[in-house]
């Protein structure tokens, strides 16, 4: 009737609204700031030769790669742990774009590029700025991909052995009927902070370097893996553990696919990271051969966790730029109020400091990845080396957090529609939870960064305090840097002597103070990039909002006064509340 036919919503009519939803480009091309980064840091000659790549590739990660992520995110991985017959089989099904994921990878060179090392120190960078492209794409393939960088740069530190050729060659090939993944099994169920005190698992030799390995591994995050570095506790000939962990290799599987001495118990129900087969294993004789020395495992451990941070951090990272991207794209296409949201101010400063965040994290990832591959290809001093060491558990901390902050802030600002499952940014939340549990907590890696200033004698610190004052130095010559540059000095000036005073409290205000010296770092590295794009109005502007929030309240603010031992009597009253 001419009712229904003149109103807007009737039968198969619904209404004439649809919102533009919020897209992505060419994820290289649509981010000048990493660009003019690269250009600053690379040598042109080099990238020349690399940007047609990340082009190429920025390209894939916003179209196709994208879509099979998406499909990595609705197929979840599956166990079957019986056939018909009652046979125990424990079949893991992964879905055909996780497939493809692991062949794009090894095509692409994402593990390859620093082991091929075509371009001198500068071969890790491009590898981590084509991962950070790849990251918020990749389903989650980033995850086994970090393990296997993890595993392929410790079989090299360690040098190449017997049993591991075979490994270093596929970690690291471009040929995707190579090419393996590596998982890192390390948690088990008493605790995954306290390696050392939580592992069980028991290693029974056979001949030489052969072992067989008892125990039970509670997170194995990539259970598709090819193969395992693991860590165990030697028994001897009295059947008593080792005092001290050794670290072990293996393959997951042996030469007729059957797998090697393991059964997958069950695959873990969790919050995000859906695509990835995170499983619980029984280890019941798993073959497997001695990589470290012995009693050196959880050394070798810390050392390829390193590198494992650092992608944990770019991920982080990649994440926000993402989120944001999204963001940004859907404020040029949503209304509210009879104008486009970009248009409000409120949103739009909303949205500014969450880029301060991405911007300002992407200058220290750089900064650590060029000191990682300067280290690989023994170029970097000792001093570099400390530094590395030092800022990497910062780096993870900080950005962990950040990027839970930055994605959930991100949802909020694509409004109701940011939480909806289909539009394919929900998981980026989700994801970015575990970011700050697995690969050391917080609190582990703040005390760790303590630790180290421990180790070195207080050298890490005076090394990472010394960059910054250098900097604060060059950057006073410039009339619009030299407030910035002389805050910054005192402050750091201020912190060395606040961890002569205060030694002791520190372990309680660890965590402040390693996001306090993440920020006076990332002050540094902005400053410099000032200087590098000599004082771009933008790059003045992230300076200036950096710099504008309390870059280490635990030094300049009465925080401290928590850390006393009557505070933190008081802390735990109040915490526990009669509990
Ligand atoms: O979670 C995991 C995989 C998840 C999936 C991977 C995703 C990757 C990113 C992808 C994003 C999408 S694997 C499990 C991760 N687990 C952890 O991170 C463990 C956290 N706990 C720690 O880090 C602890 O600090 C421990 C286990 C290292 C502390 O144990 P101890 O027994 O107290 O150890 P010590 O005594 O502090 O250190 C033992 C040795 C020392 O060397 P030596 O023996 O030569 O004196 C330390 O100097 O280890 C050395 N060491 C280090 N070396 C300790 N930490 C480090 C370090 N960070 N760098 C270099
Ligand atoms: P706990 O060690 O029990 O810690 C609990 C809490 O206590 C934490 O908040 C911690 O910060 C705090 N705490 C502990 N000690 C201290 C201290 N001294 N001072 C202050 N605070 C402290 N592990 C693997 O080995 N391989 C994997 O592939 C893997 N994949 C994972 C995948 C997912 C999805 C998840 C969630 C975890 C995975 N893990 C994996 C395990 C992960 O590394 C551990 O969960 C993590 O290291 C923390 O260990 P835990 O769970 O035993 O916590």
New binding site residues.
């Given amino acids: 009737n001419l009712q229904s036919n003149l109103a807007s919503f009737a039968g198969s009519k619904r209404g004439n609204f649809f919102q533009n939803e919020p897209k992505i480009s060419n994820q290289y091309e649509e981010d000048p700031f990493l660009r003019e980064q690269l250009e600053i840091e690379i040598p042109k000659e080099y990238l020349k030769e690399i940007e047609p790549d990340l082009y190429q590739f920025g390209h894939q990660v916003a179209t196709n790669i994208f879509q099979l992520s998406l499909e990595c995110e609705k197929n979840v991985p599956r166990l079957e742990k019986f056939d018909a017959w009652g046979n125990r089989i424990d079949k893991l099904i992964v879905c055909e774009a996780w497939k493809q994921m692991k062949n794009i990878s090894a095509k692409e060179g994402l593990i390859a590029i620093p082991y091929e090392n075509n371009f001198s120190i500068y071969s890790r960078l491009y590898q981590i700025a084509k991962l950070y492209l790849f990251a918020p794409s990749s389903g989650l393939y980033s995850?086994p991909l970090a393990?296997t960088d993890g595993a392929a740069r410790t079989i090299q530190a360690i040098g190449v052995q017997e049993f591991t050729k075979e490994a270093y060659e596929r970690l690291t090939s471009r040929d995707p009927n190579k090419f393996w993944t590596s998982?890192?099994?390390?948690?088990e169920r008493?605790?995954?902070?306290?390696?050392s005190e939580?592992t069980e698992t028991e290693a029974y030799i056979q001949t030489g370097d052969h072992y067989k390995l008892y125990g039970f591994?509670?997170?194995?995050?990539?259970t598709d893996s090819d193969m395992t570095v693991t860590l165990a506790r030697i028994m001897d000939q009295n059947n008593k553990p080792s005092k001290d962990l050794t670290m072990f290799f293996a393959k997951i599987r042996k030469d007729d696919e059957s797998l090697n001495g393991v059964e997958i118990q069950r695959l873990?129900n969790?919050?995000?990271?859906r695509q990835?087969p995170?499983a619980e294993l029984l280890l019941d004789g798993m073959d497997a051969y001695r990589m470290s020395e012995i009693g050196k495992g959880v050394s070798r451990v810390s050392s390829m966790l390193n590198i494992t941070r650092i992608h944990n951090s770019l991920n982080a990272i990649a994440f926000m730029r993402r989120a944001i991207n999204f963001a940004r794209d859907y404020a040029t296409k949503r209304k509210a109020f009879g104008k486009l949201i970009i248009e409000h101010d409120l949103h739009c400063h909303t949205l500014g400091n969450m880029e301060v965040e991405c911007r300002a994290s992407l200058l220290t990832l750089f900064f650590v990845a060029k000191l990682l591959g300067k280290m690989e290809c023994n170029q970097a001093s000792k001093e570099e080396l400390e530094l590395l060491r030092f800022i990497t558990p910062l780096l993870k901390i900080y950005t962990a957090k950040q990027s839970i902050a930055v994605t959930s802030e991100c949802i909020e600002a694509i409004g109701g529609q940011g939480y909806i499952e289909d539009t394919g940014i929900p998981n980026l939340l989700r994801d970015s939870q575990?970011l700050s549990?697995?690969?050391?907590?917080?609190?582990?890696l703040s005390?760790d960064a303590l630790r180290s200033i421990k180790k070195s004698n207080g050298e890490s610190l005076q090394i990472f305090f010394k960059h910054i004052l250098k900097t604060c130095e060059q950057a006073k010559k410039f009339d619009r840097l030299l407030e910035k540059s002389v805050i910054l000095e005192k402050m750091s000036k201020k912190v060395l002597k606040f961890v002569q005073i205060n030694n002791n409290e520190l372990?309680v205000g660890?965590r402040e103070f390693s996001f306090g010296l993440y920020r006076l770092f990332t002050a540094c590295l902005i400053m410099e990039r000032c200087m590098k794009t000599n004082l771009k109005e933008t790059d003045l502007f992230l300076l200036e909002k950096w710099f504008n929030q309390d870059l280490i309240p635990v030094v300049t603010n009465s925080a401290k006064n928590f850390y006393t031992k009557d505070s933190l009597k008081i802390n735990k009253h109040f915490f526990m509340n009669g509990h």
């Fill in positions: 995850c393990m998982g890192q099994w390390m948690t008493k605790g995954g902070s306290d390696v939580g591994k509670w997170f194995s995050s990539a873990k969790k919050l995000g990271t990835l995170t575990v549990i697995w690969e050391g907590t917080t609190n582990i005390l372990v660890a």
